[in-house]
């Protein structure tokens, strides 16, 4: 069941915009298509589709950190440390 880089990121654009649908509401899309790409499976295959699923989405937050750096100016590291500071303080 392997993807292609392009059906991996793909895939992970499918998810993100599930969730940007309804970001701070019920997840219910969101969901639905995460059971799609796993739940569906045996879970040897869900594990499988599941890790392809994580490599699309570090793929899809590495061209979305670009796009924003190329945006806004601000260095990719820059931007990470900024995401986790705000977190780490929660």
């Known amino acids: 069941m392997r993807l292609t880089p392009a059906e ?3 895939d992970a654009v499918g998810l993100m915009t599930a969730w940007a649908a309804q970001p ?3 997840p219910d899309l969101l969901i639905e298509v995460l059971g799609e ?3 569906s499976h ?3 295959l869900a594990l499988a589709e599941a890790t ?3 490599m699309g ?3 899809l937050c590495g061209i979305l950190l670009a796009l924003n750096e190329e945006a806004t100016g601000l260095d990719m590291d820059v931007i ?4 986790a500071l705000r977190y780490a303080q929660e």
């Open 42 to 44: 045996p879970p040897e």
């Open 52 to 54: 392809e699923l994580l």
């Open 24 to 26: 701070d509401g019920p």
């Open 80 to 83: 990470l440390r900024e995401v």
């Open 8 to 10: 991996g990121l793909r």
């Open 57 to 59: 989405m570090t793929a």
């Open 37 to 39: 790409h796993v739940g």
